[in-house]
């Protein structure tokens, strides 16, 4: 059974810093793509970050470029999310995602639990 | 980048209706590259729909996607009790991927 499972949430002022992480279980970790997907209360999902089976590439969207870093270890079966300059609008759950193939260009298959970002003072 | 745009934004049907949900791109979705999710309340989004009309492992053949270009359609056939929430529309067919806003499916 896959399973993704978020840490790393908390509430932060804005431009403080926070790392997420997302402990992976249940398929060859090495052989897929990750994501970071978000959802702000009571809002859509918008796609953050992606890096490919190896770590070599990574992907930002442009609201997070600059700010956050993705990165992986596969000897741990781990992904994670570095944020900093943190911004009241960076509040929402973040979810750690399964793409379906080695590149992240596709759907996502699979989704953890979340943990929540707050930014405020 | 491609904006989705669903509608209605509310549909309220009882158990055993049908439902049809419209997820409208900006730009044609290469390859039809369209997935859906459902996300239920308090709970994470989970893969009903890929490639615009096969259904993921373990979705009931109740849900059936389709369409092409920029309309696309989830419709659920006979609603069940455990049908009920809210469903994104998602394109990768274009960088970035890009959802829509959501439909939420409730109980009349």
């Known amino acids: 059974e896959v399973q993704l499972l978020e840490s790393g949430g908390g509430l932060v002022q804005p431009g403080g810093s926070l790392r997420l992480s997302c402990e992976a279980s249940?398929?060859?970790?090495?052989?897929?793509?990750l994501s970071w997907v978000r959802q702000a209360p009571g809002k859509g999902l918008e796609w953050v970050s992606a890096?490919?089976?190896?770590?070599?590439?990574?992907y930002y969207a442009d609201s997070v470029k600059g700010r956050f870093t993705i990165s992986r270890d596969n000897s741990k079966n781990m992904v994670f999310l570095q944020m900093n300059s943190l911004r009241a609008e960076d509040t929402a759950v973040y979810y750690c995602?399964?793409?379906?193939?080695?590149?992240?260009?596709?759907?996502?298959?699979?989704w953890g639990q979340g943990t929540l970002v707050t930014v405020s003072s | 980048e491609i904006v989705l745009t669903q509608s209605p934004g509310t549909l309220s049907l009882s158990p055993g209706e049908r439902a049809t949900l419209s997820c409208r791109a900006s730009?044609?979705?290469?390859?039809?590259?369209l997935a859906w999710y459902q996300q239920k309340s308090g709970q994470a989004p989970r893969l009903v729909i890929y490639?615009?009309?096969s259904r993921a492992t373990g979705i009931p053949d109740r849900f059936r996607g389709s369409g092409s270009g920029t309309d696309f359609t989830l419709t659920i056939i006979r609603l069940e009790p455990e049908d009920f929430a809210v469903y994104f529309c998602q394109q990768y067919g274009s960088s970035p991927r890009t959802f829509g806003q959501g439909t939420k499916v409730e109980i009349k």
């Open positions: 890096v490919n089976r190896g770590g070599s590439t990574t």
């Open positions: 730009q044609t979705v290469s390859d039809n590259y």
């Open positions: 249940g398929f060859t970790f090495s052989s897929f793509a």
């Open positions: 490639g615009a009309s």
């Open positions: 995602v399964k793409d379906p193939l080695h590149h992240p260009r596709y759907y996502f298959d699979f």
